[in-house]
Every structure is written in structure tokens, then in C-alpha cells.
């Protein structure tokens, strides 16, 4: 089946049609519309499963830089959460095949599965540039040979952008719960148990399973609550061993941070309290607007498992795992917290600290997944911290 991917600034790329069968257009809503979202393009060569299954792109049709996609097939061990969040998935070259022991399906099969919408055959080196030189725009995937051009990207203008929306409450979890999943070990290699002593509650603000893994691994006993859960709550969780936290994790997620006001709010509780505190992404921008500090969206924004980032502190490069449209204001921070990462490609704020309240955050995506494992070592000065207790 033939398939157009549409931007809003009139450009369109002929392609083919995968995964889930978009709707007439006739019958697509402007405000939910399915296929349509703002177009961004993430530049890591694999790890498509963590890229699709990453609640951070709700609201966005992700373009893949790699030429070929799909070939290591689908499996539900990669996954980073429950469902597929985002709005649309396009690609160079479908892979006809996958040739990984791991796999349990196809690319194709598992987004009619979900509803989520794919087209290949995109000339995705014309499209990056395009991103790149005007910036992250508004697009929609159809199928609908009845439509016209024009009528497409009539309607494309029409939906809503990113700017001012919450799609926090869209992602996070409805109810707490306890999470005790470790890493993924090859069979061979067998569980590594390890002795839990630290408590941690992690807010959900559309995160990633593989962050809950890494905490679990380290000795963390992990409580996740939904993302409007006030910082008084929080604070007051008991866990098994009848203690409450020793830290609070805030996590990844979509959308514009400056309207995640009950975010904003739960954090400066947390600072108030002296519990250690660890942001990550999204989980970052709120500790930024916490501090009084400001956000801004991004030109097209960071996506992709290669964006170089030095830590100020150690002057060490690091390569990490990004996926955020927006980005703090390193201006509106100072005096308010020390400046610990910057990212060498555009110098843009990676990493805060905040001695004072014993916090820090990354822009970033230190669980690796995908992406190298340059980063890691963030959560064990997260676990050091911890283990110093507050004060």
C-alpha cells in the first residue's frame, strides 16, 4: 500500500505503507489525530525497540537516520515500557527479515499491534537536512490515496504542536507499584542477586524500564508512583523494611516541562526535605524550574545514541543515549545550582548540581538503552549519595 509522509511546511515524501493502516482522512480528528505529530529524527545506528517503546515520543513521528531498520526483528525483553507511545515511525529500508536469536517477531508486526503507523522508502537524508536547517516541524503519515497533497497538509497545519502541551498525564502510571526487575543477563550467565538497601521512589513521568533496572541492580528496593504524586507523599512512602525513602528519582518524559507544574512543585519538596535526589531528562528540566530557572524548546532537538557530553567536574567525554525537545536555560540557573555537564556539539546544559540540597540531574540518558554505557557511573553517585544519607 502506497503511504505520504506530509510536513507542514508543505514537502512531501512518497513512500510505502507498514504497520498500522492510517484511517481516511475524512475521519481523523485534528486534536488526536492518528500518524500525525512533530516530525524528529534520532541518529543511533540500532536500538529501534528501545527507540519505539520510549514514552518520551509521545506526540512525535520518529525518523530514523540508519538506512536499514528492522533488522534484528521484535522482542518483548527490549521493550521500556507497556505500549508504543509514539505517533509514527519512518524509515529509509524496511529489513524483510530479522536475524537475531532474540527476536519474536517482525518490526511491521509489532506496530499493527500497536496501532502506530510506519512508512519506508523515505528519503531520510533529505528529510534530516530539512529537519535540521528549519527545525523540528509538524507532520502526518497516511495512507489515504483518496486525499490530496493539499488537503493534507491543510490538515497537518491544523494539528496542535508540542509547545504548552502536558503529555505526562498521558504516560504515567495510574497507581503505585514495586518494582524489582533486574538487568537482562544472557542465559548462560545466570542472576546476580543482590542484597537491597536503599529505598527509592521513582516518579513516572513516562520512564523507562531500564532506568528501574539499573537502581534495582545497585541494591535499590524501587517504589514508582504516577507523576502527580505530591512530594509530601512521596516523602512519607513506607517500604517492606518499614522505612521511608533514601532517595527520589524523577524520570524521563514528553512534552513541554514549564506546564508539568505539579512536577515542579513535588521537587522542591523533595529539595526542602534534603533527601537525595537524582533527575534524568525531563526529571532534569523540572529540577531546573524548581530551582527558578527557565526551559526552552530546542531547534530540533537532541535524539540519538552519539551526542558527546563532557563532565565539567572529571573532564571526561562521555557518549551518550539523548531523546528531549527542550532544554534549561543555563543563564536563569546561575547562582542557583553549578553547571556539571555541557553537551560539545551545541553547549547546551547536560548537567546540573545542587550541593546545597544534595541534587543533581542529566539531560541525558545514563541506563543506556540504547545507547554506550559511558554514563552509568551517574547512578552510583546517586547510590553514594544515598549511602551519605541526608543531611
Known amino acids: 500500500m502506497k503511504a505520504r509522509l506530509v510536513l507542514e511546511d508543505g514537502t512531501i515524501f512518497p513512500g510505502e505503507s507498514f504497520g498500522a493502516t492510517t484511517p481516511k482522512l475524512a475521519s481523523l480528528l485534528v486534536s488526536d489525530a492518528v500518524g500525525a505529530g512533530e516530525v524528529v529524527f534520532n541518529t543511533a545506528l540500532s536500538g529501534y525497540e528501545e527507540i519505539l517503546s520510549d514514552p518520551s515520543y509521545r506526540g512525535q513521528i520518529v525518523a530514523m537516520t540508519a538506512p536499514q531498520i528492522g533488522n534484528t526483528g521484535w522482542n518483548r525483553e527490549d521493550l521500556e515500557s507497556a505500549r508504543l507511545h509514539l505517533a509514527g515511525f519512518v524509515v529509509r529500508e524496511l529489513s524483510p527479515q530479522a536475524s537475531s536469536w532474540r527476536s519474536e517477531g517482525g518490526l511491521h508486526e509489532a506496530l499493527v499491534a500497536a496501532g502506530v503507523p510506519g512508512i519506508s522508502g523515505v528519503d531520510t537524508r533529505l528529510l534530516t537536512r530539512i529537519l535540521r536547517d528549519g ?55 545466570g542472576a546476580v542477586p543482590v542484597t537491597p538497601r536503599f529505598n527509592v521512589v521513582a516518579y513516572d513521568f513516562g520512564l523507562k524500564r531500564n532506568i528501574l533496572r539499573r537502581l534495582v541492580d545497585l541494591g535499590c528496593r524501587v517504589r514508582v508512583v504516577p507523576a502527580t504524586t505530591p512530594g509530601e507523599a512521596a516523602l512519607a512512602t513506607k517500604f517492606s523494611d518499614d522505612r521511608g525513602p533514601d532517595g527520589v528519582f524523577f524520570s524521563n518524559g514528553p512534552g513541554d516541562p514549564a506546564v508539568v507544574t505539579y512536577g515542579v512543585d513535588a521537587c522542591r519538596k523533595v529539595l526542602e526535605s534534603g533527601t537525595p535526589f537524582f533527575g534524568i531528562c525531563l526529571g532534569h528540566q523540572l529540577l531546573g524550574l524548581a530551582l527558578g530557572g527557565g526551559t526552552y524548546k530546542l531547534k530540533f532537538g537532541h535524539h540519538g545514541a552519539n551526542q558527546p557530553v563532557m563532565d565539567l567536574g572529571t573532564r571526561r567525554v562521555e557518549i551518550t543515549s539523548q531523546n528531549h525537545g527542550f532544554a534549561v536555560d543555563v543563564e536563569s540557573l546561575r547562582g542557583k545550582a553549578e553547571l556539571s555537564h555541557v553537551n560539545l556539539q551545541d553547549g547546551t546544559v547536560e548537567g546540573i548540581r545542587v550541593t546545597s540540597a544534595r541534587a543533581f540531574s542529566v539531560q541525558y540518558h545514563p541506563e543506556a538503552a540504547p545507547g554506550p554505557h559511558d554514563a552509568r557511573y551517574l547512578f552510583d553517585r546517586f547510590v553514594d549519595l544515598m549511602q551519605r544519607g541526608p543531611g
Open 135 to 189: 527545525g523540528a516541524q509538524r507532520g502526518l503519515i497516511s495512507s489515504d490515496e483518496a486525499a490530496s497533497d493539499d488537503e493534507l497538509v491543510a490538515f497537518v497545519r491544523r494539528t496542535p504542536t508540542l509547545d504548552g502541551r502536558d503529555l505526562v498525564r498521558e504516560v504515567t502510571c495510574q497507581a503505585a507499584y514495586d518494582f524489582s526487575e533486574p538487568s537482562w543477563r544472557h542465559p548462560d550467565e
